[in-house]
């Protein structure tokens, strides 16, 4: 499918204004919002229960929502309804104390939250397509968004106490709302609304729901450092701002990257580098292992572009391949399912369990052992899928 006609510079900018944006409020989530609700009294498991339940939500909601934009033929009203979800249950979620009703409140929180990147994705990806323009030049502001956040936010934590949080997050949506009212839909207004009987088996096919299990497990690993770094560097004896400055490194060092696979990666096979990108995560994680200093966490986060960059730029090129632009946003939808909402809640209450009964180091060994079946099963995947008889073994 491709747009009804090429967008103009202005609504470019919009686009990369609002992904901009939008990242700064995942910095606050990944970065901040742990340290936040540390600061309110939580112990470390309720810390992770909270960041399960969101993903758990998150399982339904990308697909929810995924749908409707399919169905209804539009993302930027999907978005400007789900981020004024996300303000009216933020501005309630940040007045709240008990922990049951804060559960409640997270988990309503995450169902307008969760499908944000992956319909943002959509939007990319059906704006650049038939054209010259890269998904790379729009996500890049992502990263650049999710980086600024980070050093500046952090910043302002050190100076200020957690107790800024909320402030920071409500202004975050405020002003991604702001500039998502200046998106324009890259739908075809002539297509018509597609059948999700061709939907199914493609997603139900045995190569693509091996790679979802693969995905979800490289995927979790991944995870259990989002949601623990902070608390981890903070044992370390790290500042705010020394958190900042690890999620600014992991965020900026993903730019070179995204640039490269953009303008290379079509020249390598995409398992293979899924393979590539598995390595790099075992032997970040170990190093994470044994750190003993902050500031060393800090430089093993620039391992963050080959293992992270490779692994998004890369499964999202898989997922484009196999399916179809008329099931777009329901696509992004299943990869966000996996990466954000399955792999958030095993890391979240695996990872938090390990966290706190055994201890960080153990819960980076376990997330390096991840990545290790990871490395295998995408080395599995592709010699069974490149050999004579891989697409007889891989039928529905």
Same mark, same amino acid.
């Given at each position: 499918?491709?747009?009804?006609?090429?967008?103009?510079?202005?609504?470019?900018?919009?686009l990369?204004?609002?992904?901009?944006?939008?990242?700064t409020?995942t910095?606050?989530i990944?970065?901040?919002?742990?340290?936040?609700?540390q600061?309110?009294?939580?112990?470390?498991?309720?810390?992770?229960l909270?960041?399960?339940?969101?993903?758990?939500t998150?399982?339904?909601s990308?697909?929810?929502?995924?749908?409707m934009s399919?169905?209804?033929?539009?993302?930027?009203?999907?978005? &400007?309804?789900? $981020? #004024?979800?996300? %303000? +009216? !249950?933020a501005?309630?979620m940040f007045?709240? @104390? *008990? =922990?049951a009703? /804060?559960?409640?409140l997270m988990?309503?929180?995450?169902?307008?939250?969760?499908?944000?990147t992956?319909?943002?994705?959509?939007?990319?990806l059906l704006?650049?397509?038939?054209?010259?323009?890269s998904?790379a030049?729009?996500?890049v502001?992502?990263?650049?968004?999710f980086?600024?956040?980070?050093l500046?936010?952090?910043e302002?934590?050190?100076r200020?106490?957690?107790?800024l949080?909320p402030?920071?997050?409500?202004?975050?949506?405020i002003?991604?709302?702001?500039?998502?009212?200046?998106?324009r839909d890259?739908?075809?207004?002539?297509?018509?609304?597609?059948?999700?009987?061709?939907?199914?088996?493609?997603?139900m096919?045995?190569?693509? &729901?091996?790679? $979802? #299990?693969i995905? %979800? +497990? !490289?995927?979790t690993?991944?995870?259990?450092? @989002? *949601? =623990?770094l902070? /608390?981890?560097?903070?044992?370390?004896?790290?500042?705010?701002?020394i958190?900042?400055w690890?999620?600014?490194?992991?965020?900026?060092?993903?730019?070179?990257?995204?640039?490269?696979?953009s303008?290379y990666?079509h020249?390598?096979?995409?398992?293979?580098?899924l393979?590539?990108?598995?390595?790099?995560?075992i032997?970040?994680?170990?190093?994470?292992?044994?750190?003993?200093?902050?500031?060393?966490?800090?430089a093993?986060?620039?391992l963050?572009s080959i293992?992270?960059g490779?692994?998004l730029?890369?499964?999202i090129r898989?997922?484009?391949?196999?399916?179809?632009?008329?099931?777009?946003?329901?696509?992004?939808?299943?990869?966000?399912m996996?990466?954000?909402?399955?792999?958030? %809640?095993i890391?979240?209450?695996?990872?938090?369990?390990i966290?706190?009964?055994?201890?960080?180091?153990?819960?980076y060994?376990?997330?390096?052992?991840l990545a290790?079946?990871?490395?295998l099963?995408?080395?599995?995947?592709h010699?069974?899928?490149?050999?004579?008889?891989?697409?007889?073994?891989?039928?529905v």
């Amino acid at each position: 499918m491709n747009p009804a006609a090429p967008t103009t510079p202005r609504e470019d900018f919009a686009l990369r204004g609002f992904t901009f944006s939008f990242f700064t409020m995942t910095a606050i989530i990944t970065s901040y919002f742990p340290l936040y609700f540390q600061y309110k009294g939580y112990s470390t498991v309720q810390i992770g229960l909270l960041y399960s339940v969101g993903p758990l939500t998150g399982i339904v909601s990308n697909l929810f929502w995924g749908l409707m934009s399919d169905k209804y033929q539009t993302v930027k009203k999907i978005l &400007l309804l789900i $981020l #004024i979800g996300q %303000l +009216i !249950v933020a501005f309630f979620m940040f007045r709240m @104390d *008990g =922990f049951a009703l /804060l559960m409640v409140l997270m988990a309503g929180f995450f169902f307008f939250q969760q499908p944000m990147t992956s319909l943002n994705d959509s939007l990319v990806l059906l704006t650049v397509s038939g054209t010259r323009k890269s998904y790379a030049s729009f996500r890049v502001w992502g990263s650049i968004g999710f980086a600024a956040a980070a050093l500046v936010f952090g910043e302002l934590l050190r100076r200020f106490g957690a107790g800024l949080t909320p402030a920071l997050a409500l202004g975050s949506i405020i002003m991604s709302l702001s500039l998502a009212s200046m998106l324009r839909d890259a739908r075809d207004p002539k297509f018509k609304r597609p059948s999700f009987s061709g939907f199914m088996p493609i997603v139900m096919s045995r190569p693509f &729901l091996a790679f $979802l #299990i693969i995905l %979800l +497990i !490289v995927s979790t690993a991944q995870r259990m450092n @989002d *949601g =623990f770094l902070a /608390l981890y560097l903070q044992q370390l004896g790290a500042s705010p701002s020394i958190v900042g400055w690890a999620w600014m490194t992991s965020a900026v060092s993903e730019i070179p990257v995204f640039f490269l696979l953009s303008k290379y990666g079509h020249r390598y096979k995409e398992l293979p580098l899924l393979a590539v990108c598995s390595l790099v995560y075992i032997i970040r994680f170990l190093l994470m292992m044994f750190v003993e200093n902050p500031v060393w966490a800090v430089a093993i986060q620039l391992l963050h572009s080959i293992s992270f960059g490779i692994l998004l730029f890369t499964a999202i090129r898989y997922i484009q391949s196999v399916i179809p632009d008329q099931y777009r946003a329901s696509g992004q939808a299943i990869f966000a399912m996996t990466w954000s909402g399955l792999a958030g %809640l095993i890391s979240g209450t695996l990872g938090g369990w390990i966290f706190n009964t055994w201890s960080p180091r153990a819960m980076y060994g376990t997330a390096s052992a991840l990545a290790v079946a990871a490395l295998l099963g995408f080395l599995v995947l592709h010699a069974r899928q490149s050999g004579p008889r891989g697409a007889q073994d891989f039928e529905v």
